[in-house]
């Protein structure tokens, strides 16, 4: 079967939400503090930008500066001050120019969404070839995160149409949304938690949580590992948050989908 991708919609909350968001994706969070184990430091130098490469806090400045032209001064204490997007390739996707891709998905994004892309940032020094991009959800002098994000039907529909307009075009597949029946899900797990033996990210401090994710739906990892995947009918489940983004309280997300 074709690789499949990973599109998700998260919501920043927190005074600080938008400043820690943006030192992780442009790493001067792990600069500070450290890598942690799923980062290969000899590749973030590959890391890059396609949109403000300034520095984290005066992007974060920028945007509150924007929100005090609006008249918000003070937003809701627990009001969404950001929209992240991530957009992830399977792993062997590495061995390719994932540019192009990459460079449609920004495209995509600014003519998807409303609001102000504050950032765009492809990592390439984890695991699977990704890119986080944040949007201020500032529209008509209003802060309108939640209605960016929408419901279920909402994120169905955007991944619909990011497989039309994007994915399928670099052999991407998409899936139905029957599940994996019991004894199916039982050997993909095995393959997974094989496959996962000596992979960096067994020694996260998040593993246990990616464990039970495994557990619970192994499909969407076998996609990103590219384990072939034997059954009847298809997916489009749901997996654990933390696969790819860092714990923090400043910041919430919604559910990732693989398609």
């Not at 600069?31 to 992007?59: E, F, W």
């Not at 390439?124 to 990704?130: K, R």
């Not at 997974?192 to 464990?211: A, E, F």
């Amino acid at each position: 079967m074709a690789s499949s991708h990973i599109i998700r919609l998260g919501k920043i909350k927190g005074e600080l939400g938008v400043s820690y968001a943006l030192q992780h994706n442009k790493r001067t969070l792990q600069i500070k503090h450290g890598v942690s184990a799923n980062i290969d430091a000899a590749r973030t130098s590959l890391n890059y930008s396609l949109v403000n490469n300034d520095s984290p806090q005066t992007v974060a400045t920028h945007a509150r500066i924007q929100m005090m032209k609006a008249g918000i001064s003070k937003p809701r204490k627990n009001g969404v001050m950001a929209v992240e997007v991530l957009f992830s390739l399977p792993i062997d996707r590495h061995k390719e120019n994932t540019r192009p891709f990459f460079a449609d998905c920004f495209r995509w994004v600014k003519q998807n969404f409303a609001g102000e892309l504050l950032s765009f940032d492809v990592h390439l020094d984890e695991s699977a070839p990704h890119a986080h991009a944040i949007l201020l959800p500032l529209i008509d002098c209003r802060m309108q995160g939640n209605r960016m994000v929408g419901n279920t039907g909402n994120l169905m529909r955007l991944i619909n149409k990011f497989h039309l307009e994007v994915a399928r075009q670099y052999g991407m597949s998409k899936n139905g949304k029957s599940r994996l029946t019991s004894l199916d899900k039982k050997a993909l797990e095995r393959l997974v938690l094989t496959h996962l033996k000596n992979d960096p990210v067994m020694k996260s401090c998040v593993w246990s949580c990616i464990r039970d994710a495994i557990h619970n739906d192994p499909l969407p990892y076998a996609q990103m590992l590219s384990i072939p995947v034997r059954v009847t009918t298809p997916v489009v489940s749901k997996i654990s948050a933390s696969m790819m983004t860092p714990k923090n309280k400043a910041k919430s997300t919604t559910a990732i989908y693989s398609v």
